[in-house]
């Protein structure tokens, strides 16, 4: 019997989307190269309030930092495995110089990256102003997998692997 799902508004797939940012600690940022390749970096995922926006600190010279600045094209994943929740978010990356933004975003962890602190001169702060995102979730591993044992078995495709919401920003 299929069920029918009633899709969550696009506030509520926001929610549903900062809730996985905030609770997963890397985050995959992905540029394309110079040479037209897409590469995908772990970045730390920052401590603010997901309103469309994700911060990052990255080296001025890095290979990810100068790709950007020529590409602002950008992805961002997330990956919650424990909880079976999943987001993607593609968006333009810029360069931004705000000393406050900075501060509120630095943590001394960062002096492994950067020796010179918070004042290092290749500090670079990188704001993702997303354009459209994607979030995936399911209710649990032991309903899909009795999903996918069932639709083995019978060889009829899984009802209910959880939900894909797309939203626009």
């Known amino acids: 019997m299929d069920q029918q799902h009633e899709h969550p508004s696009r506030e509520e797939t926001i929610r549903q989307m900062a809730a996985v940012i905030k609770n ?33 600190i990255g080296g001025k010279d890095t290979q990810q930092v100068q790709s950007m600045a020529a590409r602002p094209q950008v992805n961002v994943s997330y990956a919650d495995h424990d909880k079976g929740a999943y987001v993607s978010i593609s968006g333009a990356a810029q360069l931004v110089e705000d000393r406050a ?27 993702i102003e997303a354009q459209g995102g994607e979030y995936w979730g399911s209710d649990g591993k032991l309903k899909n997998m009795f999903q996918q044992a069932r639709a083995a078995i019978t060889g009829k495709p899984a009802t209910d692997l959880g939900t894909n919401e797309t939203v626009e920003f």
Do not use: N
Request: hydrophobic content about 40%; overall charge negative; aromatic content about 14%.
């Open 24 to 56: 997963v600690k890397f985050a995959m940022l992905t540029v394309m190269t110079d040479d037209g390749h897409l590469q995908a970096h772990p970045m730390t995922t920052q401590q603010t309030e997901f309103d469309g926006d994700v911060w990052f």
């Open 101 to 127: 933004k900075l501060e509120e975003l630095w943590s001394d962890a960062y002096k492994a990256y950067f020796p010179g602190g918070i004042d290092d001169p290749s500090v670079q702060l990188v704001k």
